[in-house]
């Protein structure tokens, strides 16, 4: 099986799972396992008319669809432009399916930060993806063994006092 197949068929899973869950709609379900139908070698950037013309619903329904996939982490998307005749135009994004835990739980945040400030105009997307760098680099230094952070700042107990918590967990 080759890894395009491997992450086609793990992605289907997952919104499988989330249809089951009642998480998703048939119509949400049907745009994500139409999504990955596009995945090939060079990529994944079907423009949301091809989309809908595959799976035969409305381009506004995929692109709720796909709205439903950026918030549940499921897929995240990037702009891609391109040059014509000295100035630059939008074309098709490119979707990458998100398949581990962690890169979901990222873009999922991502797309949430984008939500909330959407009324802000200075948000913009290039300063979502250098916050998500910045996460990313946190991300790093925090797994080096370096130091580990602590979920409510600086503990007030002991350590000895941990020890005892934790030994009195075991009793009960």
Same mark, same amino acid.
């Given at each position: 099986?080759?890894?395009?197949?491997? +992450?086609?068929?793990?992605?289907?899973?997952?919104?499988?799972?989330?249809?089951?869950?009642?998480?998703?709609?048939?119509?949400?379900?049907?745009?994500?396992?139409?999504?990955?139908?596009?995945?090939?070698?060079?990529?994944?950037?079907?423009?949301?008319?091809?989309?809908?013309?595959?799976?035969?619903?409305?381009?506004?329904? +995929?692109? @709720?669809? $796909? *709205?439903?996939?950026? =918030?549940?982490?499921?897929? *995240?998307?990037?702009?891609?432009?391109?040059?014509? =005749?000295?100035?630059?135009?939008?074309?098709?994004?490119?979707?990458?399916?998100?398949?581990?835990?962690?890169?979901?739980?990222?873009?999922?945040?991502?797309?949430?930060?984008?939500?909330?400030?959407?009324?802000?105009? +200075?948000?913009?997307?290039?300063?979502?993806?250098?916050?998500? @760098?910045?996460?990313?680099?946190?991300?790093? @230094?925090? $797994?080096?063994?370096? @130091?580990?952070?602590?979920?409510?700042?600086?503990?007030?107990?002991?350590?000895? =006092?941990? +020890?005892?918590?934790?030994?009195?967990?075991?009793?009960?």
């Amino acid at each position: 099986m080759s890894r395009h197949a491997s +992450v086609k068929a793990a992605f289907r899973e997952q919104v499988l799972g989330l249809y089951f869950d009642h998480k998703l709609k048939p119509s949400e379900k049907s745009v994500l396992m139409t999504l990955a139908t596009f995945l090939g070698a060079d990529g994944l950037y079907p423009s949301h008319e091809a989309i809908a013309r595959a799976c035969r619903y409305s381009v506004r329904t +995929v692109i @709720r669809a $796909l *709205e439903r996939g950026y =918030e549940l982490g499921l897929i *995240e998307r990037t702009h891609r432009r391109k040059r014509v =005749e000295g100035r630059w135009v939008r074309t098709s994004n490119t979707y990458r399916l998100l398949i581990k835990a962690a890169d979901q739980v990222r873009a999922a945040g991502k797309h949430m930060a984008r939500a909330i400030f959407r009324g802000v105009r +200075v948000l913009s997307d290039r300063m979502t993806q250098k916050a998500s @760098r910045d996460i990313s680099i946190e991300e790093k @230094r925090l $797994l080096s063994g370096r @130091r580990y952070p602590e979920p409510h700042g600086p503990s007030q107990l002991s350590p000895g =006092e941990w +020890v005892e918590i934790i030994k009195s967990w075991e009793t009960t």
